[in-house]
């Protein structure tokens, strides 16, 4: 297959945080690594550094894409740096820093280009995940250091709403260029649409992503459609109290919490449910709504939570809501009202079908090349980062 964007064994060099196979990974990592296969599949060689786990060994090459995995959670922050510093990578060429609340900083340490690419701006997270100074600290440098850091940067963001936050801290608009997320074509499944109400929320279990929302609301109302079901998939470091939280407000089996599940189960709940809960509090673009619009089931989400206003098409693919109240009446029209429910499912499908891996990789290709090409920041020394 030929490719417009050619690499010809550049070496691209990813730092992110975590990957698709860290326990806490989740769409960033998905995005990361669609868009790292595009870059391979236009002859460059690719690296992705991130966070060393014990669900994959400290190095590996998947479907040609090498991962380097050192540091904690944290502590991959310096490690990343010390290995730019040491020129483990040897020969790069471009660099994207993932930028998850907090940049790598690889800016100060090398003249290559350098692709910052960010999901959403962490503003409300801060308080929630760090309350207090670490919290504090954290907003600082997402939103007044890294953007002096990266001046001359070219930004990606995954939607129009992170591009316009990353505005408002002072990032030139003619700077960042836009690549939304894909989604993946539905595995075959012979699962089939529950008979009794059924509705669930797919994605990590933390704080921010508000499950409790979708507890609440389902709690709110059982009493209305017997035998409302919700299923919860995912897992995360704030399970615990969400099963204690289910427990003290929903009747026994009215939740059910399947943690981490295969990408076939993830399918068949999506398309075994009525309809999905996105209470999240921040999304970049909601990778969740169009794997479940690829089977027909509409979303509800929060308008405020940004990249959901790109991802969902209010009252055609799914619901935009703007408070609580709003979020259990939203579910409600969806579990009582077929005919609505059947006209979302449609455009819900037709919605997931807009967007796609291939472009979203053409698109990054295209914006990582013109990076490249216009940047004065190279050598002539191969060895130089």
Request: one cysteine or more; glycine letters at 10%; hydrophobic letters at 40%.
């Amino acid at each position: 297959m030929q490719h417009p964007t050619r690499f010809d064994g550049r070496h691209v060099v990813f730092f992110s945080w975590r990957d698709t196979r860290n326990p806490e990974g989740g769409g960033a990592e998905l995005y990361l690594e669609k868009i790292a296969a595009g870059l391979v599949e236009r002859g460059a060689r690719v690296t992705v550094f991130c966070a060393a786990h014990a669900g994959a060994p400290p190095d590996e090459v998947v479907d040609g894409i090498r991962f380097v995995r050192r540091g904690s959670k944290m502590g991959v922050y310096g490690r990343g740096l010390l290995a730019l510093a040491r020129r483990a990578f040897g020969r790069v060429d471009a660099v994207v820093d993932v930028q998850n609340g907090l940049p790598f900083f690889t800016r100060l340490l090398t003249r290559k280009p350098v692709v910052v690419l960010v999901h959403h701006v962490h503003r409300e997270q801060w308080p929630v995940v760090y309350p207090g100074l670490t919290g504090r600290v954290g907003w600082w440098i997402e939103s007044r250091l890294a953007p002096r850091l990266y001046a001359r940067c070219q930004y990606v963001a995954v939607s129009q709403a992170t591009a316009d936050e990353l505005v408002g801290l002072g990032v030139d608009r003619d700077r960042i260029a836009i690549v939304h997320n894909g989604t993946d074509p539905a595995l075959p499944t012979t699962a089939v649409r529950r008979t009794a109400p059924a509705v669930c929320t797919v994605g990590r279990l933390v704080p921010h992503k508000q499950v409790e929302h979708a507890i609440d609301a389902c709690a709110r109302l059982g009493p209305e459609f017997p035998g409302l079901r919700l299923t919860v998939a995912g897992s995360g470091w704030w399970d615990q109290e969400l099963r204690q939280h289910a427990r003290a407000t929903t009747p026994e089996g009215a939740v059910t919490f399947e943690g981490h599940v295969s990408e076939r189960r993830k399918q068949e709940i999506y398309a075994e449910s009525w309809v999905m809960a996105l209470p999240s509090l921040k999304e970049g673009w909601g990778l969740v709504v169009g794997e479940a619009g690829m089977h027909g089931t509409p979303t509800v989400a929060y308008r405020s939570a940004g990249g959901t206003r790109e991802s969902i098409e209010h009252g055609d693919s799914g619901l935009l809501v703007d408070d609580f109240e709003e979020f259990v009446a939203g579910l409600r029209s969806l579990l009582a009202d077929e005919r609505l429910r059947e006209r979302l499912s449609v455009g819900a499908r037709s919605m997931s079908h807009r967007f796609t891996w291939g472009h979203a990789q053409g698109s990054f290709a295209h914006v990582l090349s013109v990076a490249m090409a216009g940047s004065s920041e190279h050598s002539e020394d191969p060895d130089e980062t």
